[in-house]
């Protein structure tokens, strides 16, 4: 019976300790929730901002695909896609296929220039 009597008595000195920090307790729940939803609108808008690049990218790899050698994108396609996306995994993929474009049409200099980018500002962000 002592053990039931000791479990009440807790339950009432938390129900007593709620009631005497209520406004704490309110103001911290309030808080949790809008840093919560901060974090929530961020992530969502990170995603939003993950498809929109990787719908610009896949759009000028469709036009590669589907057209003729005098139609296929230029490096400066990827390159459009890159800065216009700045920091999402497809800007990242647009700028290494921009090298290999340029790799592929004969430009060295531009393709050895935007695999140094590349290596400098996407694999610098790897560490092994």
């Not at 209520?22 to 911290?28: E, S």
């Not at 759009?59 to 990827?78: F, G, I, L, M, R």
């Not at 390159?79 to 060295?108: I, K, P, W």
């Amino acid at each position: 019976m002592s053990t039931e009597s000791e479990e009440s008595s807790g339950l009432i000195e938390f129900l007593a300790w709620v009631e005497t920090h209520k406004q704490k307790l309110v103001v911290g729940g309030v808080g949790a929730i809008i840093v919560g939803g901060a974090v929530y609108v961020s992530q969502w808008k990170a995603d939003q901002n993950e498809q929109a690049a990787g719908g610009a990218l896949y759009e000028v790899q469709v036009k590669e695909s589907e057209t003729e050698d005098a139609d296929k994108p230029s490096p400066a396609d990827y390159l459009a896609v890159e800065t216009g996306h700045a920091g999402t995994s497809a800007a990242e993929r647009a700028l290494l296929l921009a090298a290999r474009g340029h790799f592929v049409a004969g430009d060295y200099e531009d393709a050895r220039a935007a695999f140094d980018r590349f290596q400098s500002e996407y694999l610098s962000l790897i560490h092994i």
